[in-house]
C-alpha cells in the first residue's frame, strides 16, 4: 500500500520532468548545425514559365506561377500579418498559406524547435534571432537582399537584423526582415492635460517633470503603465526612454547588440534610473503596478485613468478606437534643450528558417510588404507603424485625426537623428523575464534602488552571454 | 502481489507432475507480464527514461539544439550560488505551509464536524461544496482568482464594504502578501480532497471507539485527540504526501496569477526550470535544478511515508 502511494507520489512528480524532456529530447536528432546557405542562387527553379523570362528578372526570387503554400507562424492577437496574407494571395493567386498563431511568449519557447524541425516554417514572427542565427536555424538573407536592392534602403532599424559572425547584433548578415518599424514615446489623455495646463508637448525633461508634479498635485495618476510578471514590467519602456534623454543612446544599443565589454551599468544610466526611481518615490505611478497586465493598463488609460503611459505606435489604432480625438504622442524630450529626442524603434521582426521549402517565395513576401503601395498602406493602417521600404517610396495616407500621424512625424524625426533604439528587453532572450522585470518590480516594492537595479541586471546579462 | 500469485496458483500446485507445474506458473507468470507490459511500456518511456535523460542533460551544458558540452557538477553549483535559483526552493518550502498544513488541519476539523453533527443532507451538501474546487482545473481557478485579487477585485470590494477599504491592496502584487494569496489559493483547490479523505477514513472508525466515549463523557476534542486523530495517521499521511509534492512542484497556479513576480517574490523550482529550460535554452541548468527538486520532494516524502507506515503497522 505504501509502496503504491510512494511511487504515485513519484509519477505526478515525475511528470514535470518528463514534460520538460519530452519536449527538448527529440531535438538532439534534428541538431544539424545546417548550413545557412542563401538559396537565392536556386530562384528560379519553382517558376517552370520563367525559361523565356529575361535573365535579369530570373535572378530575382519570386513565387513563381506553381502552386505555393506558405507555411507560416504569426503572432496571436496581431492583425497585421494576416490581412497582408490575404492580400497577397489576392494579388498573387498561386500563393496559399498554412498559417499557425502562438502567443508572443509562447513563440519565444517554441521558435528553435519549429526552426529545428521537419516542416521548419517558411515565415516566422521572431522573438529573438542571435542564438538562432548562431545555431544555423534561420536564413542568411543577404542574397535576397542583394537581389531585392534592400541593402540600398537607408533606415537604420535594418541593422537590428544583422548578426555578426560571432553573434553581436547590428552588423554582420541579415538574418531576419521588419514587416513594419514600431515608433515608441508618450501617449497621453488630452482632456486630462488639459486639466495641468498642459497646451504644447514638453520640450525638456525638466518641463516633463513639472507636468508630472503637476498631475500629482491636481490628485491623478500621472503616468499609467503595466508590470505585473506575466505581461513583463513595463518600466522598462520610461526607464530606456530617461537613459537616452540623460545620455547618448549608442552605448544603450551597444549593450543591446551584445558588444563585447558593454555594460548597462554606466554613470549616465545609473542618473536615468535614478530619475526613474525619484518618479516611483514620487507615487507617479498606480500603487498596484506590480500587479497590472498590459491590456488592463491600456484599458484603465483609456478609461482616463493616467494623464501619460510610455507605450509604442502598435497600440495606434486601439487608443483610436476608444479616445477618438483625445489621445495626443510625443517623443520623450531631451533632458538638454535643444539636444535630439530618442526613441525605441524596431523592426517587426519575421524570419526564415534554414530549411524553408519556400524560402524564395517567403522573400518575395517580404520584398512585397515593403514595396507594394497596397501593402504599405495596409501596413499602416492596421499596424500603425512606418512600413519602412526604398527611400523614394510615398508615405501611405493616414485617416485624418488618426494619432497615426502625429507617430509617422515623429518616426521622421527620429530617422533624421539617427536616435532610434531596439529595445533593452531584446538584449538576450531572458534578460526581460529575470532581469528587468523582477529588478523594477523591486525599485517599486522599496526593495531595490538604481544602483542596484542596474548591477543585478548586468549580472544576468553576464550571466547568460558566458552560455 | 507475490503471495497474490502463490495463493492463486495453489491449485496448480497440487497436480502431481512437477514440469506441469513449472509450465504452469511460467504460463502465468507470461500472461502477467502480457498485462503489465503495455503500461510498463508507456510508464518506461514516458517517467523513466526522461527521468534517467533529465539526470544526464544536468551534467552538461546544451542549449537543445547544438552540441552537448560536459560541466560535472557545474549546473548544481550555479542552483546554489544564484540567490534567485536558490531562493525558489525556499519560496517553495514556504508554500508547504499554505499547501499542506492548513488543507490537513482545517480539513481534519471539518472533516471531523461533518462526521459528529452533520452526516445528514447538510453534510453531504457541505462535501460537495468542499470537494468543487478539486474539478475545476488549475489554471481556470489561477485566472480567476488573479480577478478575484486584483486592486479592483471582489475580494478588495469586499474588504472595503466591511469597512477595511485600509487594508485594500492589488494581493498577487504585493510583496508581502503576493505568496500568501498564492498560498491561499492552494488551500482553496486542496482543502476540499483532505477533507474528503479524511471523512471517508473517520467512516471506516469503529462507531463503536467514539460511542463508548461518549458514554465515559468525553467531549468532542477529545474523541478529536483520542480516536480520529490516532485512527486517521494513514489517510494524514497520504493527505500530506499529495499535498506536499503539491506544493514542491507548484507550476500552473503560480504561473498563472504571478509568473513568479513581483521581483521573484513568488517564484517556485517549477516556474524557473520552466523559464530556464524554454525561455533561456538552459536545458542542462533546468535539469538540475529538477534532479534537485526530486530529491528534495523524495526527502520530505519519504519520512512522512515511514510514520505513516508505523502507524499503520
Given amino acids: ?467 | 502481489m507475490k503471495s497474490k500469485l502463490k495463493s492463486d496458483n495453489s491449485p496448480v500446485a497440487s497436480v502431481p507432475s512437477r514440469r506441469n507445474s513449472s509450465n504452469g506458473i511460467r504460463r502465468e507468470v507470461l500472461i502477467g507480464w502480457l498485462f503489465v507490459i503495455p503500461a510498463l511500456a508507456f510508464y518506461l518511456f514516458f517517467v523513466i527514461f526522461p527521468l534517467i535523460m533529465s539526470i544526464r542533460y544536468s551534467f552538461f551544458n546544451w542549449n537543445g539544439i547544438t552540441k552537448m558540452t560536459f560541466v560535472g557538477l557545474k549546473n548544481y553549483i550555479t542552483v546554489f550560488k544564484v540567490p534567485d535559483l536558490f531562493g525558489t526552493i525556499i519560496n517553495a518550502f514556504e508554500l508547504v505551509v499554505y499547501f499542506s498544513v492548513f488543507p490537513v488541519g482545517i480539513g481534519l476539523l471539518i472533516a471531523s464536524i461533518i462526521h459528529r453533527v452533520a452526516s445528514g443532507k447538510f453534510g453531504e451538501a457541505a462535501r460537495t461544496i468542499l470537494f468543487l474546487p478539486q474539478i475545476i482545473p488549475l489554471v481556470a481557478a489561477g485566472i480567476i482568482w488573479g480577478w478575484l485579487l486584483s486592486s479592483s477585485g471582489l475580494v478588495n470590494e469586499i474588504l472595503k464594504t466591511l469597512g477595511l477599504g485600509v487594508i485594500t491592496r492589488a494581493w498577487l502584487g504585493d510583496f508581502t502578501w503576493a505568496l500568501p494569496s498564492v498560498g491561499f489559493i492552494g488551500v482553496w483547490v486542496l482543502l476540499g480532497f483532505c477533507t474528503l479523505l479524511l471523512l471517508t477514513g473517520i467512516n471506516k472508525i469503529d462507531p463503536s471507539l467514539y460511542e463508548s466515549a461518549r458514554i465515559d463523557g468525553a467531549t468532542w476534542w477529545n474523541e478529536f485527540t483520542s480516536i480520529t486523530i490516532p485512527l486517521l495517521k494513514n489517510e494524514i499521511g497520504v493527505c500530506l504526501t499529495v499535498t506536499v509534492t503539491n506544493a514542491l512542484a507548484a507550476f500552473d497556479i503560480v504561473y498563472v496569477t504571478t509568473a513568479g513576480g513581483p521581483g521573484n517574490s513568488t517564484s517556485v523550482p517549477g516556474v524557473q526550470i520552466y523559464i530556464l529550460a524554454f525561455t533561456q535554452q538552459r536545458i542542462g541548468l533546468a535539469s538540475a535544478l529538477a534532479v534537485l527538486l526530486l530529491i528534495m520532494v523524495l526527502i520530505v516524502v519519504i519520512p512522512i511515508q515511514l510514520l505513516s507506515k508505523e502507524s499503520a503497522q
Fill in chain 1, 1 to 467: 500500500m505504501s509502496k503504491n502511494k510512494l511511487s504515485l507520489t513519484l509519477v505526478s512528480l515525475l511528470l514535470l520532468t518528463s514534460m520538460l524532456l519530452s519536449a527538448c529530447g527529440g531535438q538532439a536528432a534534428t541538431a544539424t548545425a545546417a548550413a545557412t546557405t542563401a538559396a537565392a542562387t536556386a530562384a528560379p527553379t519553382e517558376a517552370t514559365a520563367a525559361a523565356t523570362v529575361a535573365a535579369t528578372v530570373a535572378a530575382t526570387p519570386s513565387c513563381g506561377t506553381d502552386p505555393v503554400v506558405l507555411n507560416a507562424y504569426f503572432e496571436t492577437g496581431f492583425d497585421l500579418p494576416f490581412k497582408l496574407s490575404e492580400e497577397f494571395t489576392k494579388q498573387f493567386p498561386n500563393v496559399t498559406w498554412d498559417i499557425k498563431q502562438d502567443q508572443f511568449s509562447n513563440l519565444i519557447n517554441e521558435t528553435p524547435r519549429l526552426l529545428a524541425g521537419d516542416n521548419a516554417p517558411d515565415l516566422i514572427r521572431l522573438p529573438t534571432m542571435v542564438s538562432f542565427a548562431k545555431q544555423g536555424l534561420l536564413m542568411n538573407l543577404d542574397d535576397y537582399a542583394k537581389a531585392f536592392g534592400w541593402d540600398k534602403w537607408s533606415m537604420a532599424q535594418i541593422n537590428q537584423n544583422r548578426v555578426s559572425t560571432d553573434g553581436i547584433r547590428g552588423s554582420g548578415s541579415l538574418y531576419a526582415w521588419g514587416l513594419n518599424y514600431s515608433l515608441t514615446g508618450v501617449f497621453y489623455n488630452k482632456a486630462e492635460a488639459a486639466k495641468i495646463g498642459m497646451t504644447d508637448a514638453p520640450k525638456t525633461l525638466a518641463e516633463f517633470d513639472d507636468l508630472l508634479a503637476k498631475a500629482k498635485t491636481a490628485g491623478l495618476t500621472p503616468i499609467m503603465q503595466w508590470g505585473s510578471a506575466k505581461s513583463g514590467m513595463g518600466l522598462a519602456f520610461p526607464l530606456q526612454q530617461l537613459m537616452a534623454s540623460v545620455g547618448d543612446t549608442t552605448p544603450i544599443s551597444e549593450w543591446i547588440y551584445n558588444k563585447a565589454g558593454a555594460t548597462i551599468d554606466t554613470p549616465s544610466n545609473l542618473t536615468a534610473a535614478q530619475h526613474l526611481e525619484q518618479w516611483v518615490k514620487a507615487g507617479y505611478f498606480p500603487t498596484d503596478i506590480n500587479a497590472i497586465e498590459y491590456t488592463d493598463a491600456n484599458a484603465r488609460f483609456e478609461k482616463g485613468e493616467g494623464v501619460f503611459i510610455f507605450n509604442g505606435d502598435w497600440q495606434n489604432a486601439d487608443f483610436d478606437k476608444n479616445m477618438a480625438g483625445n489621445i495626443g504622442f510625443f517623443l520623450m524630450p531631451p533632458a538638454t534643450a535643444g539636444g535630439n529626442p530618442a526613441a525605441m524603434s524596431s523592426p517587426l521582426t519575421y524570419g526564415i528558417a534554414a530549411k524553408a521549402k519556400h524560402a524564395d517565395c517567403a522573400a518575395f513576401f517580404l520584398n512585397w510588404v515593403a514595396t507594394n503601395d497596397k501593402a504599405r498602406q495596409i501596413d499602416v493602417a492596421v499596424g500603425g507603424s512606418n512600413p519602412g521600404g526604398p527611400d523614394d517610396a510615398t508615405m501611405p495616407t493616414v485617416a485624418a485625426g488618426s494619432i497615426t500621424n502625429d507617430t509617422l512625424a515623429a518616426g521622421l524625426v527620429i530617422g533624421k537623428a539617427g536616435t532610434a533604439m531596439d529595445f533593452i528587453a531584446n538584449s538576450t532572450s531572458a534578460i526581460f523575464a529575470q532581469g528587468w522585470t523582477p529588478e523594477l518590480q523591486k525599485m517599486v516594492g522599496g526593495k531595490e534602488d538604481a544602483a542596484g537595479l542596474l548591477k543585478a541586471v548586468q549580472a544576468e546579462y553576464e550571466s547568460e552571454l558566458a552560455q
